[in-house]
């Protein structure tokens, strides 16, 4: 089957040395301002930018990953199109690209590897508006979820370099998926597909084994929705169910409380994170929102250098001062959350909180807490308070 992706002739998708770069579509109705953000990929990425009424078929096809504009507010031809012609948001017109590249009963591709594989986000100057004031925290990941998109940018990170940084590894993730996913037919080669996109194949150590038992317990897309987009379902799980909460890998935050650290930031030529570079993830998305570990990695490492007495402070603070970093003062310190669903910069001691059940926390997360005394005082935080906790509400 014959698609526009066969052939390169759109300007600036044409050389060979394009086709090997990550390829990047930003649509949007201010196309002419926003040419110069190119700039800010510099060469990790090819760029095109196009207005809603330039893009065709072939910018489609030869893109990794499609980002679109959500106000579109100055698009003059939209306004005066009949009503079911005329998308009143970059949903809609990401609703419509998207539904070019699907199969129709009339088009239907004879194998699944004749799908085009492309990730869709929105971009805006305004994403608290965009997201309708969903709480920070959960605004880009938990509005990309419910909106059938990977992500959800903001310029003004584009424009910091973050956001182009983000931008870059998505395309760059996409462009790595494997041309055919394996099926059910093919045994256990779809979980090995998952495994090695995560790193962890061909590795053999007992943390390893240990890790890929917990990453299968967090369900996934192995099989059939992993197999209709090349592993595009693996990339939104990794996105919205993963990386924004602790599950196998963990961020530094909820590292540095693990360790019982002071420090708000290590330096990264610190002899801590030498000794634990083997367990940092390395990974597709391994950088899009901050480093990762993997926790049995960790809690491996951390058996080994206590001699089994890895829930020992003592034990603990005795292994970070030897590596030069300075323990904290809580014992059983561990990550709290807020009303706004934002974490506290500090930890809690553990006797001092009560768990909490978040909006869109995943079942096999590990547990949220937050302070009891904040609890019993913030009526909206006391509502997410677990049945069982509520009684320590009343001790305050």
């Not at 306004?79 to 070019?100: F, K, Y």
């Not at 182009?164 to 256990?188: C, F, N």
Request: with cysteine; net charge negative; glycine share 4%.
């Amino acid at each position: 089957m014959n698609h526009p992706q066969d052939s390169r002739l759109r300007s600036g998708w044409s050389s060979v040395t394009d086709m090997t770069r990550p390829r990047i579509l930003l649509v949007d109705d201010s196309a002419d301002s926003i040419t110069p953000l190119r700039d800010r990929f510099s060469e990790a990425a090819v760029v095109q930018v196009r207005h809603p009424e330039e893009v065709d078929e072939r910018d489609l096809y030869n893109a990794d990953l499609v980002v679109v504009d959500y106000f579109l507010s100055a698009w003059t031809e939209r306004d005066s199109a009949p009503l079911a012609r005329a998308p009143r948001d970059g949903l809609a017109v990401v609703s419509t690209l998207r539904s070019i590249l699907l199969p129709t009963f009339s088009n239907r591709p004879a194998l699944e590897s004749d799908l085009p594989k492309v990730a869709f986000a929105l971009w805006s100057a305004n994403l608290n508006e965009a997201t309708l004031g969903l709480p920070e925290a959960l605004r880009e990941h938990v509005f990309a979820r419910e909106n059938n998109l990977e992500w959800a940018f903001s310029k003004e990170a584009i424009e910091e370099g973050s956001g182009s940084s983000q931008m870059v590894e998505l395309a760059s993730a996409v462009q790595s998926l494997p041309h055919a996913w394996p099926g059910r037919a093919q045994g256990d080669a779809a979980v090995e597909e998952v495994l090695a996109l995560l790193g962890l194949e061909g590795k053999d150590t007992i943390w390893m084994d240990q890790a890929r038992a917990e990453t299968l317990q967090c369900r996934p897309p192995v099989f059939e929705m992993s197999q209709r987009n090349h592993g595009l379902a693996l990339l939104r799980w990794l996105l919205h169910r993963v990386l924004p909460y602790p599950t196998f890998l963990i961020d530094e935050q909820y590292l540095r409380t693990r360790l019982r650290l002071s420090e708000d930031e290590i330096p990264v030529e610190s002899p801590l994170w030498v000794e634990l570079s083997e367990c940092e993830y390395q990974g597709v998305l391994a950088t899009f929102s901050g480093r990762r570990w993997w926790r049995s990695g960790v809690e491996n490492w951390l058996w080994r250098q206590t001699d089994g007495r890895s829930g020992d402070p003592t034990e603990i603070a005795r292994v970070i001062t030897d590596l030069g970093c300075v323990p904290g003062s809580l014992r059983h310190p561990v990550v709290v959350i807020a009303t706004d669903h934002r974490r506290r910069k500090e930890p809690a001691e553990l006797e001092d909180v009560v768990r909490v059940r978040p909006d869109d926390w995943p079942p096999y997360a590990d547990t949220a807490y937050a302070d009891r005394r904040l609890a019993a005082e913030d009526p909206a935080l006391g509502a997410m308070v677990e049945d069982d906790d509520r009684g320590l509400m009343d001790a305050v």
